[in-house]
């Protein structure tokens, strides 16, 4: 199964599907299991969704959880690794090495 990747940004991709809905900062943040306070900061930018939030956002939103995680997982690694000179021929050596 081939997957296609769109860049997202969690926090305004996760405020759009809220306001889309017309859910209030409440229902989201408990579904999450979070505080409105850090919704709202994962929102605005200031705050990364976790990991542990995918299957929440998933299930609210009726999202596939596979796409959102390869999703996220993208968004990390390239957040993290993605301006080191070697960081694609390191990916291609893993996916090699796995094969």
């Known amino acids: 199964m081939k997957t ?3 860049k997202i940004n969690f926090g305004k991709y996760l405020h759009d599907l809220r306001m889309e ?3 209030p900062l409440r229902t989201v943040a408990d579904k999450l299991g979070i ?5 709202s900061k994962i929102e605005h930018g200031e705050r990364f969704v976790q990991a542990h939030m995918l299957s929440g956002v998933a299930e609210l939103f009726n999202l596939n959880y ?7 997982l993208n968004q990390k690694l390239e957040e993290e690794f993605g301006k080191e000179p070697y960081f694609l021929e390191s ?5 090699n090495r796995t094969k």
């Open 91 to 95: 990916l291609e050596y893993y996916l």
């Open 21 to 23: 809905r017309q859910l």
């Open 4 to 6: 296609t990747l769109t």
């Open 35 to 39: 505080d409105i306070s850090l919704l």
């Open 66 to 72: 596979r796409e959102l995680q390869i999703q996220f």
